[in-house]
């Protein structure tokens, strides 16, 4: 069956601009996660939702970032007045749910680079 | 708040020999799961295996073993008889198991096996 999917899988940005980075979780996955990778580092916990509500954004830098999923499925990135500090790999993980021992899977992240 | 050292930023390993890569973690948290992934230079994150702080004995999973020692909060993944696929970097994660569902990762160590 199809894995986490994210697009655009790279993106360039001038700095200032506003940017929105998608992703598909696995079908029948309820939770959903982001988080970012900057160069040689692990990955960051950005936010998680459990459906359609965003169950801890605790990881969010500043409120410049904002993440919606609408419908308890494909869930969107945004980030207004991009800065350079913002170019990292940007992971998106489903679950089937939150909690417990369920594994995150992964998509293939997508790479913004803010000039 | 949770913590995953990873204090081996490189190593090398022969083909088919076996190679431990350590990870220490720290957490207030009674119960918790221990996470490893692969992350290939295409950059995806590939679940490995899975370790939770109850479990009695150390998982395994194929040529994948966690060796969990809770007195020391060490889960080191051992991996056998090593692979020229088995060069990546290498991610220890962990998570409570109760209702914060988010990974904590640590920085990696990057494997690379030789012929």
């Known amino acids: 069956g199809a894995g986490v999917s994210q697009t655009p899988s790279n993106k360039v940005t001038e700095k200032g601009k506003y940017v929105e980075l998608r992703c598909d979780p696995i079908s029948g996955h309820t939770a959903l996660y982001w988080y970012r990778q900057s160069l040689g580092q692990g990955p960051e916990f950005l936010i998680y939702f459990q459906g359609t509500g965003a169950a801890d954004d605790s990881g969010l830098p500043n409120d410049r970032f904002f993440a919606v999923r609408p419908e308890g499925s494909v869930s969107t990135l945004k980030i207004q007045r991009t800065e350079r500090g913002d170019s990292a790999v940007y992971l998106c993980a489903s679950s089937l749910s939150a909690g417990g021992t369920y594994e995150q899977y992964f998509g293939p992240g997508t790479r913004l680079t803010v000039t | 708040a949770q913590k995953i050292t990873q204090t081996q930023p490189g190593m090398f390993v022969q083909e088919k020999e076996a190679v431990t890569l350590d990870c220490t973690y720290d957490t207030s948290d009674p119960s918790y799961g221990l996470f490893w992934y692969k992350q290939p230079s295409s950059g995806e994150m590939i679940f490995l295996i899975y370790?939770?702080?109850?479990?009695?004995q150390n998982a395994t999973e194929g040529r994948y073993s966690l060796n969990f020692q809770k007195a020391r909060k060490s889960a080191n993944l051992v991996i056998s008889a090593s692979q020229l696929g088995d060069s990546a970097m290498y991610f220890c994660?962990?998570?409570?198991?109760?209702?914060?569902?988010?990974?904590?990762f640590g920085t990696g160590t990057r494997l690379q096996v030789t012929l």
């Open positions: 370790q939770g702080s109850y479990d009695q």
């Open positions: 994660a962990m998570r409570s198991l109760g209702a914060a569902s988010k990974l904590t």
